[in-house]
């Protein structure tokens, strides 16, 4: 029996310094705020000044803004023609012409920073010299952060969480430099942006902050932006209520919270934050969702609902334990496992695939990649928490039409899934995301996943549908010649190296369609239907290979010795490591790793590249390349002390969840495999499923 306690709180990040490049964060999966040593956004300004800074942002998975006069839509956006073996088919991939609109679809809609908390002294921003940190300790048994520290000579310490119910941020306050009156709390709203920090604090007359509702505990605020509206409900204790400003229009977009309050020395707040309207969300989203009462819960109530939800959520579900291992790697990789369950549960549990920062900043306008949602939130299923990854998934039923209409605009049958969006499921233009392909499959994948963690026939039929006309779009894209099936031009492989107009068998893309095909037939049969893909998937073509390697697809014999082919994602090895292909030679798949091994560019490589290498190492039987692979120090495997991957060399990403995904998954698939750890490694683990 694992303490899972003991693991837990072994790996509490606990900071005695500014780290500036890894601030801490609380949330609940759908709502996040991140938070400087002061134990709000204080020095939002510090930590974002620097280009690869790390904003501290308070987000929503439903905080979506767009600009005045954004297109609705992508209906007047030019299309480039592509030849298809034969016939046209258009594609956004040009802005040439078009670059108002195509930039407008880009940027919007966005996700936005919902407001900014933090500390100001007698009404003045704190100067960061003046301020020391004792000590700031993420407690992640309890799912908050403590923060110690002294502005002068006083000291401060404050506590801070997120409710686990709702998006409410709860904030306690001790110092006396409250009963002297000199401390406050600000709350400063920004108009949205589609930049990485979501804020711009320089728009004052574009948005709208109205101060609606005040009683002695609790005040209401609405917020305008353009076409997006929300709601802050402020609740508190021991604040002067003569120091509230009056109903009406805050000019300033500030709300000050404080005053002189002699003989008191503790505040409690609350920041609750709900959407009114949003358009993008329409018809995705209950709009009439919100707390269960008017008022936000008080502190102590809520501060117990957040104990015994992380209490039960680190019991539930799966652990791996290396305590007792002599060496040295398994203390790291568990640490950074626990840190990782941690750091997905805050910000990949909402009903939407994550941005691949998630909701601690915007990456690609805080928009999701569907290529990503794999590697985010796969990992859920096998470390026994289904239920997390049916509330993403179901998001795919809600674009099918959306789906269907991709498919039926480019001469195919099924649904095409696009591949960056926000909730309406519209594919922003690109010059490489439109052409992408391996996203087609990832539906029947986490279906699958789900099904096998708990099987149930109300889930085979609830997402027939997805499954069936997913597979039907795939069978479709697929070109017949006198080989067999093939998977050529246009697109894009998951290594975005190629010409798509050259592309030809991208072995990956070829391996999961053919696994995809398949699977769509098992589904079928468990419900009794007669087999329809199978034939497909069997006269696909074999992945390409050379000189005794599979190479990056069929017209790129220098994949292993010429620029760019030896840069970006290796995902031929994704063949036999995220799948477990029949087709594939294991000798050749493992001369091809060895060679990506000697050649491969490794600051080109991404955060879930490496866990991917090291699955398809594992397989192979290459237990010591797997665990080095997965610690491998190397620029995008860099683990801050927060437990974030950050891709290092990249600005826009300070932080990488598809890294710390990738990782829980790979792990649990070696977990639950009979070859086991290396020597040297001692682990205990629960509760965990198996992979493919």
């Given at each position: 029996?694992?303490?899972?306690?003991?693991?837990?709180?072994?790996h509490?990040?606990?900071?005695s310094?500014?780290?500036a490049?890894?601030p801490?964060s609380?949330g609940n999966?759908?709502?996040c705020?991140?938070?400087?040593?002061?134990?709000?956004?204080?020095?939002?300004?510090?930590?974002?000044?620097?280009?690869?800074?790390?904003?501290?942002?308070?987000?929503?998975?439903?905080?979506?803004?767009?600009?005045?006069?954004?297109?609705?839509?992508?209906?007047?956006?030019?299309?480039?023609?592509?030849?298809?073996?034969?016939?046209?088919?258009?594609?956004?991939?040009?802005?040439?012409?078009?670059?108002?609109?195509?930039?407008?679809?880009?940027?919007?809609?966005?996700?936005?920073?919902?407001?900014?908390?933090?500390?100001?002294?007698?009404?003045?921003?704190?100067?960061?010299?003046?301020?020391?940190?004792?000590?700031q300790?993420?407690?992640?048994?309890?799912?908050?952060v403590?923060?110690e520290?002294?502005?002068?000579a006083?000291?401060?310490?404050?506590e801070?969480?997120v409710?686990?119910?709702?998006?409410?941020?709860?904030?306690?306050?001790?110092?006396p430099?409250?009963?002297a009156?000199?401390?406050?709390?600000?709350?400063?709203?920004?108009?949205?942006?589609?930049?990485?920090?979501?804020?711009?604090?320089?728009?004052?007359?574009?948005?709208?902050?109205?101060?609606?509702?005040?009683?002695?505990?609790?005040?209401?605020?609405?917020?305008?932006?353009?076409?997006?509206?929300?709601?802050?409900?402020?609740?508190?204790?021991?604040?002067?209520?003569?120091?509230?400003?009056?109903?009406?229009?805050?000019?300033t977009h500030?709300?000050?919270?404080?005053?002189?309050?002699?003989g008191?020395?503790t505040?409690e707040?609350?920041?609750?934050?709900?959407?009114?309207?949003?358009?993008?969300?329409?018809?995705m989203?209950?709009?009439?969702?919100?707390?269960?009462e008017?008022?936000?819960?008080?502190?102590?109530?809520a501060?117990?609902?957040?104990?015994?939800f992380?209490?039960?959520?680190?019991?539930?579900?799966?652990?791996?334990d290396?305590?007792?291992?002599?060496?040295?790697?398994?203390?790291e990789?568990?640490?950074?496992?626990?840190?990782?369950?941690?750091?997905?549960a805050?910000?990949?549990?909402?009903?939407?695939?994550?941005?691949?920062?998630?909701?601690?900043?915007?990456?690609?306008?805080?928009?999701?990649h569907?290529?990503?949602?794999?590697?985010?939130?796969?990992?859920?299923?096998?470390?026994?928490?289904?239920?997390?990854?049916?509330?993403?998934?179901?998001y795919?039923?809600?674009?099918?039409?959306?789906?269907?209409?991709?498919?039926?605009?480019?001469?195919?049958?099924?649904?095409?899934?696009?591949k960056?969006?926000?909730?309406?499921?519209?594919?922003?233009?690109?010059?490489?995301?439109?052409?992408?392909l391996w996203?087609?499959?990832?539906?029947i994948?986490l279906?699958e996943?789900?099904?096998?963690?708990?099987?149930?026939?109300?889930?085979?039929?609830?997402?027939?549908?997805?499954?069936?006309?997913?597979?039907?779009?795939?069978?479709?894209?697929?070109?017949?010649?006198d080989?067999?099936g093939?998977?050529?031009?246009?697109?894009?492989p998951?290594?975005?190296?190629?010409d798509?107009?050259?592309?030809?068998?991208?072995?990956?893309?070829?391996?999961?369609?053919?696994?995809?095909?398949?699977?769509?037939?098992?589904?079928?049969?468990?419900?009794?239907?007669a087999?329809?893909?199978?034939?497909?998937?069997?006269?696909?073509?074999?992945p390409?290979?050379?000189?005794?390697?599979?190479?990056?697809?069929?017209?790129?014999?220098?994949?292993?010795s010429?620029?760019?082919?030896?840069?970006?994602?290796?995902?031929?090895?994704?063949?036999?490591?995220?799948?477990?292909?029949?087709?594939?030679?294991?000798?050749?798949?493992?001369?091809?790793?060895?060679?990506?091994?000697?050649?491969?560019?490794?600051?080109?490589?991404?955060?879930?590249?490496?866990?991917?290498?090291?699955?398809?190492?594992?397989?192979?039987?290459?237990?010591?390349?797997?665990i080095?692979?997965?610690?491998?120090?190397?620029?995008?495997?860099?683990y801050?002390?927060?437990?974030?991957?950050?891709q290092?060399?990249?600005?826009?990403?300070?932080?990488?969840?598809?890294?710390?995904?990738?990782?829980?998954?790979?792990?649990?698939?070696?977990?639950?495999?009979?070859?086991?750890?290396?020597?040297?490694?001692?682990?205990q683990?629960?509760?965990?499923?198996?992979?493919?």
């Amino acid at each position: 029996m694992v303490d899972r306690h003991g693991l837990v709180t072994r790996h509490n990040p606990v900071y005695s310094t500014i780290e500036a490049s890894a601030p801490l964060s609380v949330g609940n999966g759908s709502f996040c705020f991140t938070a400087d040593f002061t134990g709000l956004q204080t020095f939002f300004d510090a930590y974002n000044a620097p280009d690869d800074g790390f904003p501290l942002c308070t987000m929503a998975e439903w905080g979506w803004h767009s600009y005045p006069n954004a297109p609705q839509d992508d209906s007047q956006l030019r299309l480039t023609p592509f030849d298809t073996f034969g016939r046209e088919v258009g594609y956004g991939v040009d802005e040439t012409g078009q670059e108002e609109l195509f930039s407008g679809l880009r940027q919007n809609a966005h996700k936005f920073h919902l407001g900014k908390i933090g500390f100001t002294l007698e009404g003045k921003p704190l100067a960061l010299d003046t301020c020391r940190v004792r000590k700031q300790t993420l407690r992640l048994w309890e799912g908050w952060v403590c923060s110690e520290w002294t502005l002068g000579a006083a000291p401060v310490c404050t506590e801070t969480f997120v409710h686990p119910g709702e998006d409410t941020l709860y904030v306690r306050v001790v110092s006396p430099l409250i009963a002297a009156g000199k401390l406050q709390v600000s709350l400063r709203f920004p108009y949205g942006s589609h930049k990485k920090s979501g804020a711009d604090f320089t728009a004052s007359p574009r948005h709208r902050t109205e101060l609606t509702h005040k009683t002695s505990g609790h005040i209401q605020l609405e917020r305008g932006m353009d076409n997006t509206r929300y709601r802050v409900t402020v609740g508190f204790t021991g604040i002067s209520w003569d120091t509230l400003p009056d109903t009406g229009c805050l000019s300033t977009h500030t709300l000050i919270l404080g005053g002189k309050s002699p003989g008191i020395d503790t505040w409690e707040l609350a920041f609750r934050f709900e959407p009114l309207h949003i358009p993008v969300l329409a018809g995705m989203w209950d709009s009439g969702e919100g707390g269960a009462e008017p008022y936000p819960p008080s502190f102590t109530r809520a501060r117990e609902s957040c104990g015994m939800f992380w209490k039960t959520y680190w019991m539930s579900g799966g652990v791996m334990d290396f305590s007792g291992s002599t060496d040295v790697r398994a203390g790291e990789l568990e640490k950074r496992l626990v840190l990782s369950q941690y750091l997905t549960a805050i910000q990949s549990r909402g009903r939407f695939p994550p941005a691949e920062t998630g909701l601690s900043c915007n990456s690609w306008y805080g928009k999701f990649h569907l290529e990503m949602h794999f590697w985010h939130s796969a990992h859920f299923a096998l470390w026994g928490r289904v239920e997390v990854l049916k509330k993403s998934l179901a998001y795919y039923k809600k674009i099918l039409p959306r789906a269907r209409s991709i498919a039926a605009s480019q001469g195919y049958k099924g649904a095409r899934w696009p591949k960056m969006c926000d909730p309406r499921g519209f594919n922003t233009p690109s010059s490489i995301a439109v052409l992408l392909l391996w996203q087609q499959p990832h539906p029947i994948m986490l279906a699958e996943l789900c099904y096998r963690a708990a099987p149930e026939e109300d889930f085979l039929r609830e997402y027939r549908d997805v499954i069936v006309e997913t597979a039907e779009f795939m069978e479709s894209f697929v070109h017949w010649t006198d080989r067999g099936g093939v998977l050529g031009a246009p697109y894009i492989p998951a290594q975005e190296r190629h010409d798509p107009k050259t592309v030809l068998n991208a072995p990956y893309e070829l391996e999961y369609f053919r696994w995809g095909l398949k699977q769509a037939d098992l589904w079928l049969a468990r419900l009794g239907e007669a087999p329809r893909f199978g034939n497909t998937a069997e006269k696909l073509v074999l992945p390409p290979q050379k000189d005794g390697c599979y190479v990056a697809q069929e017209n790129c014999p220098d994949t292993f010795s010429a620029p760019p082919f030896c840069t970006d994602h290796p995902s031929m090895l994704a063949m036999y490591g995220v799948l477990k292909s029949e087709k594939i030679d294991p000798a050749r798949m493992s001369a091809t790793l060895d060679r990506v091994l000697a050649v491969w560019d490794w600051k080109s490589l991404w955060g879930w590249d490496f866990p991917m290498m090291a699955m398809t190492a594992y397989r192979l039987g290459r237990i010591e390349d797997a665990i080095d692979l997965l610690l491998q120090d190397s620029p995008k495997n860099t683990y801050l002390p927060n437990g974030h991957n950050r891709q290092t060399g990249s600005n826009d990403l300070p932080l990488y969840l598809p890294g710390n995904g990738g990782l829980l998954f790979a792990a649990a698939m070696m977990a639950t495999d009979t070859q086991g750890f290396p020597q040297g490694f001692t682990l205990q683990a629960e509760g965990l499923h198996a992979y493919l």
